[in-house]
């Protein structure tokens, strides 16, 4: 009886060579199959958390005086004092976070790839959007727009070029002529409202891509994320309402850190 061989609908996967046969070091190799990637995505994520979670506690500063978070940003700058030249090591922090959220972007977009291969048929499992379906269904959406929202923080409030009143070394005066301007005040709402949101299933996602998965801790794992999520919506958003009402408004008063005000304005005389 003749008999047929049935080829696996899914060919095995096959550890990439490098040149001459030989295999690729084992980072690399690890890399580049789905764990390794949900790894990386895990850690640099929790990498992620930890710098936001941080940023928006040295931001409440700002309810502390104009001295206290001027004091805050120059001491950032001059992290370890004469041990290092200034700037040094926030320039090793910015760099390793800039890899981290490089890492993060390249992992989640390969893992998408293969997620698209492996299940080509529109398919829902069980278990998908396990922590919440709208949260993760609009994880892509979310990511670009914290990206965008990024992009535009950085060059509004680090480099300036986005903000005509900006005044390098005094941040206090920095965010309050920021967020000022209602548009960019509603872009910071909008985009930590979406950053929420990738937060939440994000710090949900984590315990699972390190494979922390038991049913057991599902609930705790929720409730982190649930809370994780709305104290940074909660911090970062209060930051522009804050503006917007006149319970924080631009400071000229002498500081430790003297920094010029507008000579025109609202808020261009001294008080």
């Known amino acids: 009886m003749a008999t047929t061989t049935r080829r696996s609908a899914v060919e095995p996967i096959k550890a990439r060579r490098t040149r001459e046969g030989e295999a690729a070091p084992w980072p690399v190799a690890f890399y580049r199959s789905a764990v390794g990637k949900k790894w990386v995505m895990a850690v640099t994520g929790i990498m992620l958390m930890g710098f936001v979670l941080t940023h928006m506690i040295g931001n409440v500063k700002l309810y502390l005086s104009r001295e206290e978070i001027n004091l805050y940003g120059e001491a950032l700058r001059d992290i370890p004092g004469h041990l290092l030249p200034r700037t040094v090591f926030l320039w090793t922090i910015r760099l390793g976070l800039i890899a981290a959220f490089g890492l993060h972007m390249h992992s989640a977009f390969s893992l998408t790839v293969l997620n698209r291969k492996a299940r080509p048929v529109t398919y829902q499992s069980p278990r998908d959007y396990v922590a919440a379906s709208f949260a993760a269904r609009t994880m892509r959406v979310t990511g670009i727009i914290v990206i965008l929202y990024l992009i535009f923080h950085l060059l509004d409030l680090t480099a300036g070029t986005a903000n005509p009143d900006f005044v390098r070394g005094d941040p206090y005066n920095n965010l309050v002529r920021s967020f000022e301007r209602p548009l960019v005040a509603i872009a910071y709402i909008v985009a930590n409202l979406a ?57 000229c008063e002498g500081t430790a850190i003297e920094s010029p005000c507008p000579a025109s304005g609202a808020f261009g005389e001294e008080n």
């Open 195 to 251: 950053l929420g949101v990738h937060l939440f299933h994000g710090a949900w996602s984590i315990f699972q891509s390190l494979g922390i998965n038991n049913p057991r801790y599902n609930l705790a794992r929720k409730r982190f994320a649930q809370g994780f999520a709305a104290i940074i919506v909660i911090g970062n958003v209060s930051f522009p309402l804050a503006v917007i009402t006149g319970v924080v408004d631009q400071a």
